[in-house]
């Protein structure tokens, strides 16, 4: 049997790297885009192109969503030239942003009457996650769409671990953002505090390496961090968008998320400080100024 054509709708940082990596495994992909440069792109190294996501979902029996929102996502799917407009019966619906869980489950049961599974699979890694296929990918829904699934999650990404049901994937990505974002404010105020203390930051950040303050986001972030390095890998205003669905679930199943409460202000003070597209590391930048020192 041959492999599925797959549509892939949405080629932002980690859409277009991600539909990529699909072409590289040799899956024929048809694309769609809000603006047509990624299209273009991709099209030049064999990819197909689509006029909406109605004609994507025609076309293709496993198609794929990487949307900045919930707003997006549920109009690429259920607007007037949505997905679930050209679905047919037998499609496998896989949606790899990052939603509320509600609006993930809601979207499941509408495939489902129409005779589609739907698999909620957001990721974990940013950009050169996506790039290098190196991707964690945390997936909610039916065993089954899984199992059918993992082919193509193999292509994406390298932690693939399916969670439960539909909405399981959502709610799992949104307490891996609270970490992340979290960990990457207290670097921050860590570095920050090291070096008005007149220590070196980056010794600093050497030395905690070593023992159990050890980190990815210490490792990575904070070396951002001390470079001045805040290219978006993944934007702050994405992120605050994210720990915005943490707290909304928080407040749906009765959980005090206080300390991810207080980091969601300070990436909502950077948006209002003119920094929404920094990289998240750029957090610190909101320390360093309240502080009145600078790492670099």
């Known amino acids: 049997m041959s492999d599925p054509i797959i549509g892939f709708i949405g080629l932002g940082i980690m859409g277009k790297p991600m539909a990529r990596n699909l072409l590289k495994a040799a899956y024929s992909v048809i694309v769609h885009n809000r603006s047509r440069g990624a299209v273009d792109e991709l099209s030049k190294e064999g990819a197909q192109a689509a006029a909406s996501s109605k004609e994507v979902a025609e076309r293709s029996a496993i198609i794929i969503t990487m949307l900045p929102d919930s707003p997006d996502v549920e109009l690429a799917y259920a607007g007037e030239q949505g997905i679930f407009s050209g679905v047919k019966s037998g499609s496998l619906l896989i949606d790899m942003s990052s939603i509320s869980p509600v609006v993930a489950r809601n979207l499941a049961a509408e495939a489902e009457k129409r005779g589609c599974d739907m698999l909620d699979a957001p990721v974990s890694g940013g950009e050169a996650g996506a790039i290098g296929a190196t991707l964690s990918i945390m997936i909610g829904g039916k065993a089954s769409a899984v199992e059918r699934a993992t082919p193509i999650f193999q292509a994406l990404g390298k932690n693939i671990v399916h969670v439960g049901e539909a909405g399981a994937g959502q709610v799992t990505k949104a307490a891996n953002q609270m970490v992340v974002g ?70 749906e199943y009765g959980v005090a998320l206080l300390v991810t409460g207080v980091v969601g202000q300070m990436m909502t003070a950077m948006k209002g400080m003119g920094n929404a597209d920094l990289d998240h590391s750029g957090l610190v930048r909101l320390v360093e100024q309240l502080s009145n020192t600078e790492l670099g």
């Open 182 to 251: 979290t960990t990457i404010a207290i670097v921050g105020e860590a570095l920050v505090l090291a070096k008005k203390a007149g220590v070196d930051p980056a010794k600093v950040r050497q030395a905690l390496l070593g023992g159990f303050a050890q980190s990815k986001i210490l490792e990575a972030h904070g070396q951002k961090m001390l470079d001045r390095n805040f290219k978006p890998g993944f934007r702050i205003r994405l992120h605050e968008k994210d720990l915005k669905i943490a707290l909304a679930t928080g407040s």
